[in-house]
């Protein structure tokens, strides 16, 4: 069982920057892929980030290519999401997510991720 909790949203002006942060406890994320995902007020969730733990190798949502940036810590078993020139539209309730990795590719169906963070807001302001 994995238990994933996630910090460092918060209210922030257009063009900022913000940085998530989504710790594990339970098990390490050694064999893990990661991945990040908003729900933007009346929308679906989407997928905004993931990282295979082993390896390193990253995907991106096209919205979010060359703004935002996602890494791990080893040592603090902890997947961090810089975002920066933030927009009204990147404005959702942030979640993070974890399964097993099973292949070479970040999954982008959030169906597939069997443990979840309770979210945390970003908020941006035009």
């Known amino acids: 069982q994995v238990q994933l909790v996630e910090s460092g949203g918060g209210l922030v002006q257009a063009g900022g920057s913000l940085r998530l942060s989504c710790a594990a406890s339970?098990?390490?994320?050694?064999?893990?892929?990661v991945g990040w995902f908003r729900q933007p007020p009346g929308k679906v969730r989407e997928f905004v980030a993931g990282?295979?733990?082993?390896?390193?190798?990253?995907n991106y949502a096209d919205s979010v290519k060359g703004r935002f940036t996602i890494s791990r810590d080893n040592a603090k078993n902890t997947v961090h999401l810089q975002m920066n020139s933030l927009k009204p539209e990147d404005r959702a309730l942030y979640y993070c997510?974890?399964?097993?990795?099973?292949?070479?590719?970040?999954?982008?169906?959030?169906?597939?991720?069997?443990?979840w963070g309770q979210g945390t807001q970003v908020t941006v302001s035009s």
């Open positions: 997510a974890a399964r097993v990795q099973t292949s070479v590719l970040v999954p982008r169906q959030d169906y597939v991720y069997d443990y």
């Open positions: 339970g098990r390490t994320f050694r064999t893990y892929v």
């Open positions: 990282i295979m733990w082993s390896g390193g190798s990253t």
